[in-house]
């Protein structure tokens, strides 16, 4: 089970670190990734991080402003977003697969989501 949290109401600039924490014994075996829905689009991917933490990728999107990484002793992952811009508004969700992937498809696991709005 994955539970994200963090998420709120931000202006233009600012910051948010995301939360997602998982229960059960075998998060350190799963990669992890995080994912945003923004109204009337499509879920689309954010980026990811490998089981152990040494990968990460990111959609182009939010290179060099978001930052994941991920705490496998207390089973959870973070997002921390900088430069929040209006369009980073959106519901944000973690997943959790044995595989990396960049796809909604690629994961078998989610969390229920968390609101980040942005504004300018």
């Known amino acids: 089970q994955l539970q994200a949290s963090g998420g709120g109401l931000v202006q233009a600039g600012g910051s948010l670190r995301l939360s997602c924490a998982a229960s059960g014994r075998t998060f350190a075996s799963y990669v992890m990734g995080w994912f945003r829905q923004a109204p009337g689009k499509e879920r689309e991917f954010v980026g990811t991080?490998?089981?152990?933490?040494?990968?990460?990728n990111y959609a182009d999107s939010v290179k060099g402003r978001f930052t994941i990484s991920r705490d496998n002793a207390k089973n959870t992952v973070f997002l921390q977003m900088n430069s929040l811009k209006p369009e980073d508004t959106a519901v944000y969700y973690c997943?959790?697969?044995?595989?990396?992937?960049?796809?909604?498809?690629?994961?078998?696991?989610w969390g229920q989501g968390t609101q980040v709005t942005v504004s300018s």
């Open positions: 991080i490998s089981a152990g933490g040494g990968y990460t």
């Open positions: 997943a959790a697969d044995r595989k990396l992937g960049y796809s909604v498809g690629s994961y078998n696991y």
